[in-house]
């Protein structure tokens, strides 16, 4: 029995013998398949952090949320580009306060944004060089510039070729500013199928290319030039840096991409006593605030539109700094503040135009819109008629009856809590 043992291995040692070399196999397949996964991952590292790109930055979550489509709704890849056509509805940002839509990922990882909706109306009045040296362009990167959060933006450039023809569409023209408008290019660009996220049936506003004819605007699911005095649609258009971080949301304009925390500014809403007001400027020292809804009565302006003037008797200028600023229970935390009025050729070209001291005042003419209320007095007059705004901005005459939709100022100071649905309200 000893002798068969020496001659022959037991089962149990025929069976340790055969499983050897394939767990050494396993062993060393293991090995080199952490090797190359490691090897992968480091790499795809090296090139995000080389091209200042991190995975918890906005434009690497909207590579890695949307796979690249072929066909239909959804991020297409173009040279590199990643763009969105179609209709989607996995493209909402909010940032400094206002909701975008994300237009494309450049190649170098900055990410390009549309406004969601209009935040003004005003004419396009090309110049020489059309949109690129007109009294709009100045406006974006002054006064609406201004209001932003700008240490996430980069350069935005577009082409601001003069087209003759849409059939006829150059992109040869490459300039650069901040604050820009959609191009036509970008504009067709977001086109599949004939549906664009860019436009529906009721939106109308301005682009960034003109022809001797005028300014192209999209219009009713389309483009069409028209006359560069008429007051359409402003939606800006901005570049947000490759590191620009991602701190919350999927996208969706219930849950938009979020790219900063929480904070009262451009956009929040505010409520004090039964009233929901919205910032709609933020000035060195103060909050300035637009009602949300309009005042329930419509009211005249006054008697003539030559100014709003709360000296001036029988006047809407009059009433709010009087009447109504007396009925608001909160109204020890209003401060006086300096305000745009009248006309309005002085404003929109730059001049310093004319300015009143008061505690409640209404929107101006340049001023970003915010409010939900339509057809509303503003500040701004021409001769003898004032302005209202809403699905257009028009000039009436004064005595006509149109809703009122009051602007305050709070100091910065002014201590304010965070509710649960995100808006904010004054405590002790």
């Not at 991190?54 to 489509?69: G, M």
């Not at 003004?120 to 110049?127: A, D, E, K, T, V």
């Not at 910065?412 to 809590?417: A, S, V």
């Amino acid at each position: 029995m000893s002798e068969n043992l020496r001659e022959q291995p037991s089962e149990a040692a025929r069976d340790e013998g055969r499983d050897f070399p394939f767990q050494g196999m396993f062993i060393v397949f293991s090995v080199i398949s952490l090797l190359l996964i490691g090897a992968f991952y480091g790499y795809r590292y090296y090139r995000n952090v080389r091209n200042g790109v991190s995975q918890n930055s906005l434009s690497a979550a909207v590579i890695r949320d949307n796979a690249v489509v072929e066909s239909g709704d959804g991020l297409y890849s173009v040279n590199g580009i990643r763009i969105f056509r179609g209709n989607c509805d996995n493209n909402y940002v909010l940032y400094s306060g206002l909701l975008w839509r994300i237009m494309q990922v450049n190649g170098d990882n900055t990410v390009r944004l549309i406004a969601a909706q209009d935040f003004n109306q005003l004419p396009c009045l090309r110049g020489e060089r059309g949109f690129t040296d007109s009294q709009l362009h100045d406006w974006l990167n002054d006064r609406f510039l201004s209001q932003l959060d700008q240490s996430c933006l980069s350069t935005t450039r577009y082409y601001g070729d003069q087209i003759a023809s849409i059939s006829a569409c150059i992109t040869e023209d490459i300039a650069e500013s901040t604050v820009s408008l959609c191009d036509v290019a970008s504009w067709l660009n977001s086109v599949i199928s004939g549906h664009t996220y860019l436009s529906d049936l009721n939106s109308s506003f301005w682009l960034a290319n003109t022809s001797d004819a005028g300014a192209y605007r999209s219009a009713e699911g389309g483009l069409t030039v028209s006359d560069d005095s008429r007051f359409y649609g402003i939606r800006p258009v901005i570049t947000l840096k490759a590191d620009t971080p991602l701190v919350s949301g999927t996208g969706r304009k219930d849950d938009p991409y979020r790219c900063q925390k929480e904070a009262v500014g451009l956009g929040s809403e505010i409520r004090l006593g039964s009233d929901s007001w919205i910032v709609y400027g933020v000035d060195e020292n103060c909050y300035r605030l637009i009602r949300k809804q309009a005042l329930e009565e419509p009211l005249a302006f006054g008697l003539k539109g030559d100014s709003y003037d709360p000296d001036d008797q029988d006047t809407l200028a009059h009433y709010l700094n009087n009447e109504y600023l007396s009925s608001l229970p909160y109204q020890d935390l209003l401060r006086e503040a300096d305000w745009s009025c009248g006309d309005y050729a002085k404003e929109l070209s730059g001049l310093a135009g004319t300015t009143l001291r008061c505690k409640v005042a209404l929107a101006s003419l340049l001023d970003i819109k915010l409010s939900q209320a339509e057809d509303y007095w503003l500040t701004t007059t021409s001769e003898k008629y004032a302005y209202t705004y809403g699905k257009q901005a028009e000039l009436f005459r004064p005595t006509l009856l149109k809703n009122v939709v009051p602007a305050i100022a709070i100091s910065r100071d002014t201590r304010l809590k965070l509710n649960a649905d995100g808006s904010y309200e004054a405590g002790e």
